[in-house]
């Protein structure tokens, strides 16, 4: 791998080619990236692209996301300011290149079930396109590594879906931001210098899911990250979000990844787990190994190997509050006891659930109804993975949690029967794709029985919790701003700007919603959250204007 | 429910004209249908000279708009004495500019801010030497601008915070209801909503585009059309932009809040999703309203669009609706003309003034809904 250097507020730092410069700086021992309008200090949060936080100037262009950009020999990153200048002398950009594609399917995402579909439907013999957000192929399931060097049976596997997918035929575009969908369906995104106009004939949307992080007292502090972007961090790009690490919250990624961190080096310093130990409900896991013999056994093995390295994993605990103090960073745990316990680290991970990337979706106006189970949208979907809305297909997390494994064997079904829709093979031979997917969601149900993703209800929290991380609304100014209008999310958005920042309200919206539904009693619909709107993630008024003028032209 | 005087729509218009009325120590109800409230979702222009996209889309009502100029004048500068009142609004009024870029367009400005001069509007035409100086972000090919001293904009969000408060702090009760029905009697007014009754001595019809249909029943046909239109909003970026900025022959509006975000938006269409839901976004508004932005002020290039939205204009013939309905006296309407943000202070005081028989800040004869019955 090749070595460069770039400066960071004109300080050099030394990095590897290929290496975003979100991992290349805290590799460099530097978390704080931007300053918020209250003279926050922020840094990487959730690694993928959603949160906005770790944003920097890079060469004089403000708001580049530090975990997005990957790191240029050469480059000036500078501190993300709140109020970057403008330059009066700017042009017009140049008429930019900007491409056209009819292709009959195009998938929107490069994770497991995104490829799945991708092959399936090539094979089928149809004109594919994907468009993937990150700079390689494989979501954040299969992560690759950015240079290609292959950590675990894992990557390995997900290295094959990779060259599988491109060798198929169909054309894979990486670095796409995707701002625009419309009826039609009209999709508009915006690559490396050209402008993407896509009228595709049927899209399968495979957008995945983000962490759901834990809201309490610190959760912004720089050095609170989520699981996944500790993932992101090490698995693509080796770097460890700290020498001494906690993880806490509930489920499977985070024995994964403290197991993953420690192995790379990192002392874990605790792993906390909200869900009483799965000893003691040796029925639900028995129906766990049952459902899911191989999975089941993985997750032993993590539990051991944690074990054998000494890395203290502890159930019933859950995180009440981040401090700052010099030098690093002190997490607080409320046991089911209501005694706490407090642990000092220079790096807090956290995940709890996730949320689903469903923007595209809702905003194409497929049907959504809520899962209680898991707190979040579940999309409808017909037999074929096909939603509410004609030549619209579904799969993987972004329909509502269901794990890499479903995500595969309803990326293979969807890919068929888009094709088909499209003209290209009959769309049968899904017998033990269904099959597969049928056993996947019963691992899946017996899984999360062992453990707890209940959000901690924001009226518990202390009023200055900050709860909108953009605006830095606290729950206090929430509630408050409920007080005066009762009854809305809309309402809400516009009586405390809470969601009306950067991130688009990806973390508060959904807490906010949870707390007007059991404020009003009334039950969480579609209509509960945010109103989709474009664009589906912040777009620069440069890459909007090349859109139009390639539009034009195309018309 | 019973209460002295009830106050239909609960946007500027109502939440100004309940204020007026509870000052007086009476009890005032005001129901709003709440989800698409039209002004909860404006962006906060402050217009007075005379919209291109007005004079080009309804030409047949700008003469109506031209004799309505004063009132704009007026309307701006009771927002200054709100804002003295209620608190901080991020009221800046240091004028509004009208661009042009070549001399056609120079010479309709110049027509268009002589006949504005003659209605006391305080205006300057500007060469793009001057406007380099006031205004030096502005792309190279604009070669003048008017300059409409009296123009500004304020927080729309800040605005509704603090009248909500006043509101509140007076008694106004407010209530989330559709009105669907008006009856009027000898001694009293009654609304029927789609979860109660409520009834007063004198009801306050301030709802906007819905203002119409509520009283057609009472015999006056008033043509209130709603008109959802497009708004984008940047993330922040150092306070460089003054004025409210406007092109003499397409449609935009630009500004820049208090909050350092800049507001496009300037009259492109979207979606009406019917009456429950708001409205949605077409992709050509977006793509052609940012676009002209970007062509127009370069150097907001790089700052990323984080959200697009889209709010109700209502347009009737050009003019403010505001006095006792014929046939049924004890309705008063408060509709102000286009641009209604910004007369709504004006409109509310006239129509409270009619209400409490005191002596309304303008002539409100001109806007007597009077002209609309048959």
Same mark, same amino acid.
């Not at chain 1, 930019?96 to 439907?121: E, H, K, M, Q, W």
């Not at chain 1, 074990?307 to 981040?322: E, F, K, S």
């Not at chain 2, 007086?24 to 222009?45: E, I, K, M, P």
């Given at each position: 791998m090749t070595e460069i250097t770039f400066t960071f507020n004109g300080a050099g730092v030394a990095a590897s080619g290929g290496q975003s410069l979100a991992a290349a700086l805290i590799a460099a021992g530097r978390r704080e990236f931007r300053v918020t309008a209250g003279g926050k200090r922020r840094g990487v949060f959730c690694g993928i692209g959603v949160c906005q936080d770790c944003l920097v100037t890079v060469d004089g262009t403000p708001n580049r996301r530090a975990c997005m950009t990957g790191a240029v020999d050469g480059m000036a990153v500078e501190t993300q300011s709140a109020f970057p200048a403008l330059r009066?002398?700017?042009? !017009?950009?140049?008429t930019p290149r900007a491409r056209v594609l009819t292709p009959d399917v195009l998938v929107i995402g490069g994770g497991a079930g995104g490829l799945s579909a991708t092959i399936a439907a090539r094979r089928a013999g149809a004109e594919v396109v994907t468009l993937d957000e990150r700079t390689v192929p494989g979501g954040q399931y299969y992560k690759q590594s950015a240079d290609g060097g292959l950590l675990d049976a894992q990557q390995a596997e997900g290295a094959t879906l990779v060259e599988d997918a491109r060798s198929s035929g169909a054309e894979i575009i990486n670095s796409v931001e995707i701002w625009g969908a419309f009826d039609g369906p009209l999709i508009l995104a915006e690559s490396e210098n050209a402008a993407l106009i896509v009228r595709p004939r049927t899209v399968i949307v495979a957008t995945g899911a983000y962490d759901r992080p834990?809201?309490?007292?610190?959760?912004?502090?720089?050095? !609170?990250?989520t699981t996944g972007a500790a993932q992101t961090l090490w698995r693509s790009y080796r770097t460890l979000p700290g020498r001494r690490i906690v993880v806490c919250g509930s489920g499977p990624l985070n024995l994964q990844v403290a197991l993953e961190l420690a192995v790379g080096g990192a002392e874990i310093a605790l792993v906390a787990e909200a869900a009483p130990s799965a000893f003691r409900h040796p029925l639900r896991g028995a129906r766990c190994s049952i459902h899911g013999p191989t999975l089941a056994w993985k997750g032993l093995a993590m539990l051991c190997g944690l074990r054998w390295r000494r890395v203290p994993v502890r159930n019933g605990l859950r995180l009440a509050a981040v401090e700052q103090y010099e030098g690093g960073l002190s997490a607080t745990f409320r046991r089911t006891d209501g005694g706490t316990c407090t642990v000092r680290a220079d790096a807090v991970c956290m995940n709890a659930g996730f949320e689903p990337q469903n923007e595209i979706l809702r905003l194409l106006g497929a049907r959504m109804t809520y899962d209680p189970a898991v707190g979040h949208l579940r999309c409808e979907r017909s037999q074929t993975l096909e939603t509410s809305v004609s030549g619209i297909f579904a799969v993987g997390d972004c329909v509502g949690l269901g794990g890499a494994p479903a995500a595969c064997a309803e990326g293979r079904i969807a890919g068929l029967s888009a094709a088909a829709l499209s003209g290209h093979g009959d769309g049968r031979g899904l017998a033990s794709d269904r099959r597969a997917l049928r056993r996947h969601r019963r691992f899946q149900n017996a899984l999360w029985?062992?453990?707890? !993703?209940?959000?901690?209800?924001?009226?518990?929290?202390?009023?200055?919790? !900050?709860?909108?991380?953009?605006?830095?609304?606290?729950v206090g100014e929430t509630l408050a701003g409920y007080a005066v209008n009762p009854g809305h999310l809309g309402t809400l958005k516009r009586a405390t700007r809470i969601g009306m920042g950067p991130c688009q309200g990806r973390y508060c919206g959904p807490a906010a919603a949870r707390l007007i539904a059991e404020k009003t009693g009334e039950a969480l619909t579609d209509r509960s959250f945010f109103a989709p709107r474009v664009p589906v993630k912040p777009v620069t008024i440069n890459a909007v204007f090349s859109a139009e003028e390639a539009l034009r032209g195309d018309e | 429910m019973t209460s002295d005087l009830l106050v239909i729509g609960g946007g500027i218009v109502g939440q100004i004209a309940a204020l007026e009325l509870a000052g007086t120590g009476a009890r005032v109800t005001l129901v709003d249908a709440a989800h698409n409230a039209g002004s909860t979702t404006n962006a906060g222009s402050l217009h007075v000279q005379m919209q291109s996209r007005f004079i080009r889309l309804y030409p047949e009502h700008a003469p109506n708009l031209e004799r309505a100029l004063p009132y704009y004048k007026q309307a701006a500068e009771c927002w200054d004495t709100l804002e003295a009142g209620l608190?901080?609004?991020?009221?800046?009024?240091k004028g509004g500019l009208m661009l042009a870029e070549s001399s056609g367009q120079m010479a309709f400005l110049e027509e268009k801010s002589r006949r504005e001069e003659a209605k006391g509007l305080d205006v300057a035409l500007l060469d793009r030497a001057e406007l380099d100086r006031i205004a030096p972000w502005i792309g190279p090919w604009i070669v003048g601008a008017e300059l409409c001293r009296d123009e500004g904009s304020l927080n729309p969000l800040l605005v509704n915070r603090l009248l909500a408060k006043a509101c509140a702090d007076l008694g106004v009760i407010c209530i989330s209801d559709r009105i669907d029905g008006l009856t009027v009697t000898a001694d009293r007014v009654s609304a029927r909503g789609l979860q109660g009754r409520y009834r007063a001595s004198e009801a306050v019809v301030a709802a906007a585009w819905g203002s119409g249909a509520l009283v057609r029943a009472l015999g006056v046909d008033i043509p209130t059309a709603p008109e959802p239109l497009h708004m984008n909003i940047t993330e922040a970026c150092e306070q460089k932009i003054d004025h409210l900025v406007q092109h003499a022959e397409r449609s935009l509006t630009l500004k820049q809040f208090g909050t350092g975000q800049i507001v496009i938006g300037g009259g492109w269409s979207a979606h009406d999703h019917g009456v429950d839901t708001v409205p949605g976004v077409r992709a050509g508004s977006l793509l052609g309203n940012v676009a002209l932005a970007a062509r127009l002020a370069p150097a907001i290039g790089t700052l990323r669009i984080i959200r697009t939205w889209a709010g109700m204009n209502t347009t009737a013939d050009g003019t403010s609706i505001v006095g006792r309905l014929p046939g049924a006296e004890r309705v008063i309407m408060a509709v102000p003309g286009d641009a209604g943000y910004t007369l709504a202070p004006l409109v509310a005081q006239m129509a409270a003034s009619i209400v409490l028989g005191r002596d309304p800040p303008a002539d409100p004869a001109p806007c007597s809904p009077a002209r609309f019955a048959a």
């Amino acid at each position: 791998m090749t070595e460069i250097t770039f400066t960071f507020n004109g300080a050099g730092v030394a990095a590897s080619g290929g290496q975003s410069l979100a991992a290349a700086l805290i590799a460099a021992g530097r978390r704080e990236f931007r300053v918020t309008a209250g003279g926050k200090r922020r840094g990487v949060f959730c690694g993928i692209g959603v949160c906005q936080d770790c944003l920097v100037t890079v060469d004089g262009t403000p708001n580049r996301r530090a975990c997005m950009t990957g790191a240029v020999d050469g480059m000036a990153v500078e501190t993300q300011s709140a109020f970057p200048a403008l330059r009066s002398d700017a042009e !017009v950009p140049d008429t930019p290149r900007a491409r056209v594609l009819t292709p009959d399917v195009l998938v929107i995402g490069g994770g497991a079930g995104g490829l799945s579909a991708t092959i399936a439907a090539r094979r089928a013999g149809a004109e594919v396109v994907t468009l993937d957000e990150r700079t390689v192929p494989g979501g954040q399931y299969y992560k690759q590594s950015a240079d290609g060097g292959l950590l675990d049976a894992q990557q390995a596997e997900g290295a094959t879906l990779v060259e599988d997918a491109r060798s198929s035929g169909a054309e894979i575009i990486n670095s796409v931001e995707i701002w625009g969908a419309f009826d039609g369906p009209l999709i508009l995104a915006e690559s490396e210098n050209a402008a993407l106009i896509v009228r595709p004939r049927t899209v399968i949307v495979a957008t995945g899911a983000y962490d759901r992080p834990i809201i309490v007292p610190g959760w912004t502090l720089p050095g !609170v990250m989520t699981t996944g972007a500790a993932q992101t961090l090490w698995r693509s790009y080796r770097t460890l979000p700290g020498r001494r690490i906690v993880v806490c919250g509930s489920g499977p990624l985070n024995l994964q990844v403290a197991l993953e961190l420690a192995v790379g080096g990192a002392e874990i310093a605790l792993v906390a787990e909200a869900a009483p130990s799965a000893f003691r409900h040796p029925l639900r896991g028995a129906r766990c190994s049952i459902h899911g013999p191989t999975l089941a056994w993985k997750g032993l093995a993590m539990l051991c190997g944690l074990r054998w390295r000494r890395v203290p994993v502890r159930n019933g605990l859950r995180l009440a509050a981040v401090e700052q103090y010099e030098g690093g960073l002190s997490a607080t745990f409320r046991r089911t006891d209501g005694g706490t316990c407090t642990v000092r680290a220079d790096a807090v991970c956290m995940n709890a659930g996730f949320e689903p990337q469903n923007e595209i979706l809702r905003l194409l106006g497929a049907r959504m109804t809520y899962d209680p189970a898991v707190g979040h949208l579940r999309c409808e979907r017909s037999q074929t993975l096909e939603t509410s809305v004609s030549g619209i297909f579904a799969v993987g997390d972004c329909v509502g949690l269901g794990g890499a494994p479903a995500a595969c064997a309803e990326g293979r079904i969807a890919g068929l029967s888009a094709a088909a829709l499209s003209g290209h093979g009959d769309g049968r031979g899904l017998a033990s794709d269904r099959r597969a997917l049928r056993r996947h969601r019963r691992f899946q149900n017996a899984l999360w029985q062992l453990h707890d !993703v209940s959000p901690t209800p924001l009226d518990s929290l202390p009023e200055d919790t !900050v709860l909108c991380r953009c605006e830095e609304v606290t729950v206090g100014e929430t509630l408050a701003g409920y007080a005066v209008n009762p009854g809305h999310l809309g309402t809400l958005k516009r009586a405390t700007r809470i969601g009306m920042g950067p991130c688009q309200g990806r973390y508060c919206g959904p807490a906010a919603a949870r707390l007007i539904a059991e404020k009003t009693g009334e039950a969480l619909t579609d209509r509960s959250f945010f109103a989709p709107r474009v664009p589906v993630k912040p777009v620069t008024i440069n890459a909007v204007f090349s859109a139009e003028e390639a539009l034009r032209g195309d018309e | 429910m019973t209460s002295d005087l009830l106050v239909i729509g609960g946007g500027i218009v109502g939440q100004i004209a309940a204020l007026e009325l509870a000052g007086t120590g009476a009890r005032v109800t005001l129901v709003d249908a709440a989800h698409n409230a039209g002004s909860t979702t404006n962006a906060g222009s402050l217009h007075v000279q005379m919209q291109s996209r007005f004079i080009r889309l309804y030409p047949e009502h700008a003469p109506n708009l031209e004799r309505a100029l004063p009132y704009y004048k007026q309307a701006a500068e009771c927002w200054d004495t709100l804002e003295a009142g209620l608190g901080p609004m991020h009221l800046v009024r240091k004028g509004g500019l009208m661009l042009a870029e070549s001399s056609g367009q120079m010479a309709f400005l110049e027509e268009k801010s002589r006949r504005e001069e003659a209605k006391g509007l305080d205006v300057a035409l500007l060469d793009r030497a001057e406007l380099d100086r006031i205004a030096p972000w502005i792309g190279p090919w604009i070669v003048g601008a008017e300059l409409c001293r009296d123009e500004g904009s304020l927080n729309p969000l800040l605005v509704n915070r603090l009248l909500a408060k006043a509101c509140a702090d007076l008694g106004v009760i407010c209530i989330s209801d559709r009105i669907d029905g008006l009856t009027v009697t000898a001694d009293r007014v009654s609304a029927r909503g789609l979860q109660g009754r409520y009834r007063a001595s004198e009801a306050v019809v301030a709802a906007a585009w819905g203002s119409g249909a509520l009283v057609r029943a009472l015999g006056v046909d008033i043509p209130t059309a709603p008109e959802p239109l497009h708004m984008n909003i940047t993330e922040a970026c150092e306070q460089k932009i003054d004025h409210l900025v406007q092109h003499a022959e397409r449609s935009l509006t630009l500004k820049q809040f208090g909050t350092g975000q800049i507001v496009i938006g300037g009259g492109w269409s979207a979606h009406d999703h019917g009456v429950d839901t708001v409205p949605g976004v077409r992709a050509g508004s977006l793509l052609g309203n940012v676009a002209l932005a970007a062509r127009l002020a370069p150097a907001i290039g790089t700052l990323r669009i984080i959200r697009t939205w889209a709010g109700m204009n209502t347009t009737a013939d050009g003019t403010s609706i505001v006095g006792r309905l014929p046939g049924a006296e004890r309705v008063i309407m408060a509709v102000p003309g286009d641009a209604g943000y910004t007369l709504a202070p004006l409109v509310a005081q006239m129509a409270a003034s009619i209400v409490l028989g005191r002596d309304p800040p303008a002539d409100p004869a001109p806007c007597s809904p009077a002209r609309f019955a048959a």
